[in-house]
């Protein structure tokens, strides 16, 4: 195959495979690292470095410092160790003394060089047995080719089965070629933030000259990601204020259910009620995130802010994520819609036919005024007959398709989000960077949960102890939550989880108390009697999935035991051991966990001495990253190449800026074709979903 030309950049959408010596077998392994084409390839970041640019005479070698030698082979020397396994040394001279590279296990490489062929060796040289030997070095035969391997800064990229990060860094050598010249980002604003091009970066970061290059043309790509990204999450707001919405102003409702509260709404309450008002008197949809720990208050901030929809002969709906939460919900805002002469119904899927029927001509005429329910709301046969008002509680549980949808169901209505799961604000931006945000931290006096919970690690050797708390509390007529880790997204294995360890301990561990469990293969209506009977006090010990970690308000359980709790993530252990001490007792949260890896260790540490949501939040993202706390897939976004979230901030910042400075000059970026047509591609899902 013939040396590849410098192309345009629709070129590099081409195959991997077109690459020299990229075959099918290469292709294939390729593909498990989601690569397909040599754009994806040149988009694969290497993940660590190996500084070989330093070149040594072999006389001058120190031991321990990761150098290049070049020579010429004056020996080769195969020896076995019997099985097949054995070590094969290459010596090498450059007249000012020899050393000699091993390879061990790797026979092959005696075949690999010939008598007098000029090699190049980098690795980290060591004295052994009287003379100097570099161990599996890195190398390159300089007879025909330049090094790729040695006397650089070398790249290593992530591998996998099939294809070594020798084949990789090859691979991506070839693909250079391909890199276009053309510059996305405006030049203006590459001149002002003192940025490297868009070619020099993408071939330093693979094949860095130097330390401060390798670091500049990384500025340049985190910079570029993260500000293609705020383009994206803005253009969708942008989009999104672009619809009508019907006004909301009246507030008389408001005033009487405020008057009707037996307590006082805390000062966070009050600003944020303050800043959704003025979002919903306007005739544009609010798209806003409200974000409050367990027993901040979001739900009658939400409610009170729907009674403005109803107040002007609207509709309100707040959707909840599980069917038990749901329940609450209307069960808490009964008796005061009541007081006010609000039409209040639940739509959910343990309704009889009959049942759905009725409430759903119910909605469809109007008579139902506010709407709780699950994701029964959002099916097609639901038509509300003026749905100005829309809340989304626990948003991260729904995917973004399923916001659309509801959405949809109204002539854009406004849309709160809330989710009791502090979201650090470098992913609020992102994930949510469409949303406005308003937070709760402050606490109504007495429901700071988390302040009466004792949070304690556990090996095994103390679950005597833990089973003997729970018979304690129990006997004081106190309950108790066993958590089993949801061990696959399978309903029976899920349920098999929970069954077994119930098993257990009705048998073996409590034998003398009323042990049941709830899982995600109940029917709601099973779910519902289950949630009742321990409310009730009809039931010591519920053993559930994280299940539970949603909402649910049992003032009399006083023990939350976590199974692996080390499987969880911070955000998940805070929310599950806000279900305790939420009465006049005091809650104990134990946690029994294995320690086998640095991060499980962090983790740990972080929820036994963090009170603070926000605060686990932040630890959780710098600990585990922001991939594996929240699916950017799900929300519409692609991952991450090269920026972090948590080191990154303070370029996510700048970025932002200067995007909306961008669009408040070229609001759909016609003057910059090439800079649109890469956003609108990169981010088709997050655009399409322009319900907001």
Not at 112 to 136: C, M, P, T, W
Request: with cysteine; proline share 3%; net charge neutral.
């Amino acid at each position: 195959m013939t040396t590849l030309e410098k192309t345009s950049i629709k070129d590099w959408h081409q195959s991997v495979q077109d690459l020299p010596y990229a075959g099918p077998s290469a292709k294939e392994s390729l593909a498990k690292l989601n690569i397909a084409s040599i754009k994806d390839l040149v988009f694969h970041f290497p993940n660590r470095y190996l500084d070989t640019s330093k070149v040594c005479n072999i006389s001058d070698l120190r031991t321990n410092e990761v150098v290049t030698v070049v020579g010429e082979v004056k020996q080769i020397a195969k020896k076995m160790f019997g099985r097949g396994k054995g070590l094969v040394e290459i010596v090498i001279t450059d007249k000012t003394g020899y050393i000699s590279a091993i390879f061990f296990n790797q026979l092959y490489m005696a075949s690999n060089f010939e008598k007098g062929d000029k090699v190049a060796f980098a690795g980290r040289a060591e004295h052994k047995y009287g003379a100097l030997q570099i161990n599996s070095p890195l190398y390159d035969k300089l007879n025909k080719s330049k090094p790729l391997n040695t006397m650089a800064i070398l790249p290593f990229h992530s591998t996998t089965s099939g294809i070594t990060t020798k084949k990789i860094r090859s691979l991506v050598k070839s693909a250079m070629e391909y890199v276009p010249e053309d510059e996305v980002l405006p030049e203006e604003l590459i001149n002002d933030l003192g940025l490297v091009g868009f070619s020099e970066a993408i071939h330093q970061i693979h094949f860095p000259d130097s330390s401060d290059k390798l670091q500049s043309a990384r500025e340049r790509l985190i910079f570029q990601e993260f500000f293609e990204l705020q383009l994206a999450v803005l253009l969708k707001k942008k989009k999104i204020d672009d619809f009508s919405a019907k006004p909301l102003k009246s507030c008389t409702l408001i005033d009487k259910a405020l008057a009707e509260l037996d307590f006082e709404l805390t000062g966070d309450q009050k600003k944020v009620l303050s800043e959704i008002l003025n979002d919903i008197k306007l005739a544009k949809p609010m798209n806003r995130l409200l974000l409050g720990e367990v027993g901040s208050g979001k739900t009658v901030v939400a409610f009170l802010t729907s009674l403005t929809a109803i107040d002007e002969g609207h509709q309100a709906v707040i959707m909840a994520p599980t069917e038990i939460l749901a329940q609450q919900h209307y069960k808490s805002l009964k008796p005061l819609t009541e007081k006010l002469g609000i039409d209040i119904a639940i739509l959910s899927s343990s309704l009889s036919e009959k049942e759905k029927q009725t409430i759903s001509e119910k909605i469809s005429s109007g008579e139902a005024q506010l709407v709780i329910g699950t994701h029964s709301v959002i099916q097609d046969n639901i038509d509300f007959k003026s749905l100005a008002y829309v809340v989304v509680d626990e948003q991260h549980r729904f995917g973004v398709e399923q916001r659309k949808s509801l959405s949809e169901k109204g002539t854009r209505p406004h849309t709160l989000v809330m989710t009791a799961t502090p979201i650090p604000r470098s992913l609020a931006l992102t994930l949510y960077g469409d949303l406005d945000v308003s937070t709760i931290k402050e606490l109504p006096s007495g429901k700071d949960f988390a302040q009466k919970v004792k949070t304690v690690v556990c090996g095994p050797n103390k679950r005597e102890q833990a089973y003997e708390k729970i018979r304690r509390d129990v006997a004081n007529g106190r309950q108790a939550y066993i958590v089993c880790p949801l061990v696959d997204q399978s309903d029976k294995i899920e349920a098999k989880a929970v069954e077994d360890e119930i098993k257990l301990l009705k048998d073996d561990v409590f034998p003398d108390l009323k042990v049941e469990s709830i899982h995600g293969k109940l029917k709601a209506n099973e779910k519902e009697k289950i949630m009742k009977a321990y409310a009730d006090n009809q039931i010591n010990v519920l053993v559930a999935t994280s299940l539970i970690e949603v909402g649910i308000d049992i003032k009399n359980a006083t023990v939350m035991l976590i199974e692996n709790a080390d499987r969880f993530g911070l955000a998940q252990l805070h929310q599950l051991r806000g279900r305790v001490g939420r009465g006049e007792h005091d809650g104990v949260c134990i946690l029994f966990a294995a320690l086998k890896t640095d991060d499980s260790i962090k983790r740990m540490k972080a929820i036994r001495e963090l009170k603070d949501g926000f605060s686990l939040a932040e630890a959780d993202l710098a600990i585990r990253g922001e991939g594996q706390i929240f699916g950017l897939k799900q929300a519409g976004l692609p991952d991450l190449k090269i920026a972090s979230l948590t080191e990154h901030f303070d370029v996510l910042r700048i970025a932002r800026e200067n995007a909306k400075s961008l669009l408040s000059n070229d609001g759909d970026l016609s003057k910059l074709s090439l800079l649109r047509d890469t956003i609108y591609k990169k981010y088709y899902m997050l655009l399409q979903v322009s319900g907001g």
